[in-house]
């Protein structure tokens, strides 16, 4: 009887993960302007995208935002993941409390504080504003990817390393660095994927000037669902995936 509900369970679980994505993607063909009813297979909806030149614009944001908040943020919360592995410093555990604290905070908190925080300063909300907060939410989640991996290295390495004279820039250019490629890799296409499809916090700090995929959505489901949002979904969608593949590919990599 158990092996019977083990399958029925698993099964149930996965329609209810994944049905509503597969209905999402098979309605952008739909050759109609009512999402409700299937009249047919159609790549209209996919065409009208590509010729659409304000989206191909908000399009162009989305994945400038994204490139470059997941590199500054790999830059950074690499360096700080080895730093925070290499030296021993005052506050050392709270501030790795403090980036593991940040992944737990609800975007809710975060998108609010930033929209506070640049009010505070009278910076203008748009890209740099956007960046700035992309940046932020990723840091964590690299630092995590990376200090992951920094703790299974063979610390014999270095110290046989220094033993042969080489210096601290050295080791970590030579040897350090090559060995954590892949979970610096798989640190940016998470990134990538996360900046890219992020809504709530964009929503706090991005202005009216500067508007991204997510966003755009949001605002047209107001109006109701139509293929062609569908259409851009499923786009958002298969982008998000390939990113999300090659993270897990160059993370499962050894060192």
Not at 61 to 71: D, P
Not at 79 to 90: D, E, H, W
Request: proline letters at 4%; one cysteine or more.
């Amino acid at each position: 009887m158990k092996r019977l509900w083990q399958p029925a369970y698993m099964s149930l679980v996965f329609a209810f993960l994944y049905l509503p994505i597969i209905v999402l993607v098979v309605f952008s063909f739909n050759h109609t302007t009512y999402s409700g009813l299937w009249h047919g297979f159609t790549w209209t909806w996919y065409k009208e995208l590509f010729q659409d030149t304000d989206l191909q614009t908000i399009a162009y944001h989305s994945l400038l935002i994204s490139t470059f908040a997941s590199t500054v943020a790999v830059c950074i919360g690499a360096l700080g993941a080895v730093a925070v592995f290499k030296y021993r410093f005052i506050g050392r555990q709270g501030l790795h409390a403090l980036i593991m604290a940040m992944i737990i905070v609800p975007d809710l908190i975060i998108g609010i504080a930033l929209l506070l925080l640049y009010h505070f300063f009278d910076l203008t909300l748009g890209f740099f504003s956007l960046l700035i907060a992309h940046i932020t939410f990723c840091l964590p989640f690299v630092f995590v990817v990376v200090y992951g991996r920094i703790i299974t290295l063979d610390k014999n390495l270095f110290e046989a390393a220094r033993d042969l004279g080489a210096e601290d820039i050295t080791i970590f250019k030579k040897i350090m660095l090559p060995l954590l490629m892949p979970a610096i890799v798989a640190a940016w296409f998470l990134s990538f994927t996360m900046s890219f499809d992020d809504v709530v916090i964009s929503f706090f700090v991005s202005g009216p000037s500067y508007q991204i995929l997510p966003l755009y959505i949001f605002s047209q489901v107001k109006l109701g669902v139509t293929p062609e949002i569908n259409a851009l979904c499923s786009m958002i969608l298969l982008i998000t995936c390939i990113a999300a593949l090659a993270g897990q590919w160059f993370l499962r990599k050894k060192p």
